[in-house]
């Protein structure tokens, strides 16, 4: 049966507004990841032509910079009467997990980040809480060192979640090494390979722990830098 105009793609675009357009950009990225969607599959997730979507957009880069924004949004900040490292503590597990729920989202605002815009409220308040702790003129320095590092270990756990065969296999082969005397870093790395292999709650916590681990080290590292500043 023939479509008749009123409910073609380009009758129904006019109702569309920008925000419609981002909705279905962030709902697509929940589903398959900010890089596995293309500007032809949104318009047609909005009952569009492309063409609609660069009329209120842009082309797909513009419209991945306003996911991000969207996705940073969605950010609550954390009491400010809390010291700067548990401050941190808490905004860096609040962004991984709403970097979590939008995959592909972390890899890309460890390269880039939000606009100035959108980032504007959380990096004020960071670096003044790093400014207030006394890092001086090294506080965005310390701001960028620990969202970064926050960013680039939720990026690790997305490219690890998209190849489960490759990570895999990895473990194994490492595990393997686990009672090779010869080498004892890599026995040691071997065993806590197997560990995984062999503990299932280890394993689903893996990730988590981690990416608490890469925060805690830098938060620490920066306390002693705080140590030495505020000692000269």
């Known amino acids: 049966m023939p479509t008749s105009p009123a409910d073609s793609p380009r009758s129904r675009s006019g109702a569309l507004t920008a925000d419609k357009v981002i909705d279905a950009a962030v709902a697509l ?7 596995n969607w293309t500007l032809r599959q949104l318009a047609a997730a909005i009952g569009a032509y492309p063409a609609v979507v660069y009329h209120h957009v842009g082309d797909r880069d513009a419209v991945v910079c306003a996911v ?4 940073v949004g969605q950010l609550e900040l954390p009491d400010d009467r809390l010291g700067w490292q548990e401050w941190f503590s808490a905004l860096l597990a609040a962004l991984r997990e709403v970097l979590r729920k939008h995959p592909g989202t972390a890899r890309r605002m460890a390269a880039f980040g939000p606009s100035v815009e959108a980032a504007a409220p959380t990096l004020d308040r960071g670096v003044r809480i790093l400014l207030d702790a006394g890092f001086g003129e090294e506080s965005p320095l310390a701001y960028t060192l620990l969202t970064a590092t926050a960013c680039q270990f939720v990026a690790l756990e997305d490219d690890r979640n998209c190849s489960p065969a490759l990570r895999l296999n990895n473990t194994e082969e490492y595990a393997g090494y686990r009672q090779r005397d010869d080498l004892p870093g890599m026995a040691a790395q071997g065993r806590a390979m197997h560990r995984l292999l062999t ?8 990730h988590a722990k981690l990416f608490d681990a890469a925060v805690g080290r830098c938060l620490e590292g920066l306390a002693c830098r705080l140590a030495q500043l505020q000692s000269s």
């Open 68 to 71: 991000l924004d969207r996705v």
């Open 199 to 206: 503990d299932p709650e280890q394993a689903a916590g893996y």
């Open 29 to 35: 990225t929940v589903e398959r990841g900010l890089d």
